[in-house]
């Protein structure tokens, strides 16, 4: 989709790799539900790391609850997993004020 993408799997490596790389990310998505760290977590110490860094928490359950708290923590979207990729490119566009990007032609 043209952007460039850094997935990590551990909440500990991720906001190590905030903290050093901090004014060259535009947007952190973080799931909710991860070992150790809430993604809630992680969005309070992504904004104490750099103020109005755009977080989009993913959950496969979106409760009452997850909604205050997204609320409470800074984050600027929740994200319902089953919506699929393509949604969450429309939604990480809309937050960055960027065109969606279209997905890569197919060539077989």
């Excluded at 929740?78 to 969450?88: C, I």
Aim: charged share 25%; aromatic share 4%; net charge negative.
């Amino acid at each position: 989709r043209g952007w460039r993408v850094t997935g990590l799997e551990d909440a500990r490596e991720a906001l190590a790799f905030i903290r050093a790389n901090a004014h060259d990310i535009d947007l952190v998505v973080s799931d909710y539900n991860m070992p150790e760290h809430s993604g809630l977590e992680v969005a309070r110490e992504v904004q104490r790391l750099r103020p109005g860094l755009p977080v989009v928490l993913a959950s496969g359950c979106l409760t009452d609850e997850l909604r205050a708290g997204a609320a409470d923590a800074g984050v600027r979207a929740l994200f319902d997993k089953p919506r699929g990729v393509d949604e969450m490119c429309n939604l990480i566009a809309g937050i960055l004020g960027c065109a969606v990007p279209e997905p890569a032609a197919l060539t077989v």
